[in-house]
């Protein structure tokens, strides 16, 4: 059976039924190499961001790991780490997308609680960046291209009020 040119095979690219060389009109054809440029770029922006993730959870289990070295109770392991990841879930952020806006917003909302609490939750978040910074900035900025920096800023840091431990008793005589 002679083929009649009624069958046309899709081709792997653009998915349109090739045509021989039907399209003697001049006009450039598509390719379809921008589509697939696109669904590589997808995918991989799909895998780094489940990278970025399966990451920050290896740094949750580094930063336990490394605080169990102290002997703290098992629940009061799981408390340094309930604020990071508490912020982290809400936003759908790692740690190191975390800008002070976005913790601005959540104490000031969602995450609203007593001024004692969140003075705590701040400082936890504060030491979970500490260490972020002294142990994995270097690998974050190499793989994910972000930098490390505490959103815990200057302006809504917990601040001791009151008598400085540091103060002399022969300054207060005076």
């Known amino acids: 059976m002679r083929d009649s040119g009624s069958h046309r095979r899709p081709t792997l690219l653009t998915g349109q039924p090739d045509d021989g060389d039907a399209h003697g009109t001049g006009e450039p054809q598509?390719?379809?190499?921008a589509d697939v440029q696109v669904l590589q770029r997808r995918a991989v922006a799909q895998t780094h961001a489940v990278d970025e993730q399966g990451f920050y959870l290896e740094t949750v289990s580094e930063y336990l790991w490394a605080r169990d070295v102290a002997g703290p109770?098992?629940?009061?392991?799981?408390n340094l780490v309930r604020?990071?990841?508490e912020l982290c879930s809400f936003y759908d952020l790692v740690p190191w997308r975390l800008t002070p806006r976005y913790?601005?917003?959540?104490?000031?909302g969602q995450g609203r609680r007593a001024r004692s609490t969140v003075r705590s939750e701040l400082t936890k978040i504060d030491s979970y960046f500490a260490f972020l910074e002294q142990r994995c900035a270097g690998e974050i900025a190499?793989?994910?291209?972000?930098?490390?920096?505490?959103?815990v800023d200057t302006f809504n840091r917990p601040v001791l009020r009151g008598t400085s431990a540091c103060e002399s008793p022969l300054h207060s005589e005076r």
């Open 73 to 78: 109770a098992p629940t009061t392991l799981e």
């Open 30 to 33: 598509d390719s379809g190499l």
């Open 83 to 85: 604020p990071v990841m």
């Open 103 to 108: 913790v601005d917003r959540f104490y000031v």
């Open 142 to 151: 190499r793989r994910f291209g972000a930098t490390v920096e505490s959103p």
